[in-house]
């Protein structure tokens, strides 16, 4: 079992950052693959970044190439969302996700594929 705690979230403007952290314990097998989604209103939830864990390989959806950066501190169990140049359309829920998955599946951001969820955090963009 492993257990993701989401934490940095809020309200922003434009063009401004945030960082998202998810801290996860409990089986390491479980949590190869760390990735993070998010939920738009009236949208279903999508794939936004992923790292297998042990290669340090990171994945991307096309609309957050070059703003956002996924990265990990092993000591502290954490993985990061950094978000740049946000813009309004990036206003979600963003849950973290967990999997004991490989490289070319972590990469895939398939959801079915990550039995492990945190509960969220909003960010919000104004414009």
């Known amino acids: 079992q492993v257990q993701l705690v989401e934490s940095g979230g809020g309200s922003v403007q434009a063009g401004g950052s945030l960082r998202l952290s998810c801290t996860a314990s409990?089986?390491?097998?479980?949590?190869?693959?760390m990735g993070w989604f998010r939920q738009a209103p009236g949208k279903e939830r999508e794939g936004v970044a992923s790292m297998f864990i042990g290669g340090g390989m990171t994945y991307y959806t096309d609309s957050v190439k070059g703003r956002f950066t996924i990265s990990q501190d092993n000591a502290k169990n954490t993985v990061y969302l950094h978000m740049n140049s946000l813009k309004p359309e990036d206003t979600a829920m963003y849950y973290c996700?967990?999997?004991?998955?490989?490289?070319?599946?972590?990469?895939?951001?398939?959801?079915?594929?990550?039995?492990?969820w945190g509960q969220g955090t909003q960010v919000t963009v104004s414009s």
């Open positions: 996700a967990a999997a004991g998955l490989g490289p070319g599946l972590c990469a895939a951001q398939r959801q079915p594929g990550f039995p492990y």
């Open positions: 409990g089986y390491y097998g479980g949590r190869q693959c």
